[in-house]
Nanobody, 121 residues
Framework: VQLQASGGGTVQAGDSLRLSCASAGGTLRRHMVGWFRRPPGKEREFIATTRWTDINRYDTEYTESLKGRFTIFRANAGNTVSLQMNSLKPEDTAVYYC????????????WGQGTRVTVSS
């Protein structure tokens, strides 16, 4: 699994942005996939995750503070995991990472290279 995150950029406060995560090798369909971010000078933080539960069914989980503004969803038969970010704020400025978990342990072991999001006021 080789993850590639894309979609970052510089936007104004209040704008929306969509990030995408895909695998260059292997399918993400049955992997739990999460989005994380690292704001400047801060620790990495969890945003959201999507987990396969049944054929074409996934459940999602969010960090409470971002729920409602950020939405994680899958496309391309579950192989692309996107993060829709609305009403962006300057404090959303960070490098955003997607990660896929190992099926056995549930630990996030596959990480993308990160995509930078800058929100100006």
């Amino acid at each position: 699994v080789q993850l590639q995150a894309s979609g970052g950029g510089t936007v104004q406060a209040g704008d929306s942005l969509r990030l995408s995560c895909a695998s260059a090798g292997g399918t993400l369909r049955r992997h739990m996939v999460g989005w994380f971010r690292r704001p400047p000078g801060k620790e990495r933080e969890f945003i959201a995750t999507t987990r396969w539960t049944d054929i074409n069914r996934y459940d999602t989980e969010y960090t409470e503070s971002l729920k409602g503004r950020f939405t994680i969803f899958r496309a391309n038969a579950g192989n692309t995991v996107s993060l829709q970010m609305n009403s962006l704020k300057p404090e959303d400025t960070a490098v955003y990472y997607c990660a896929a978990a190992d099926g056995a342990s549930g630990d996030y072991v596959y990480w993308g290279q990160g995509t930078r999001v800058t929100v100006s006021s």
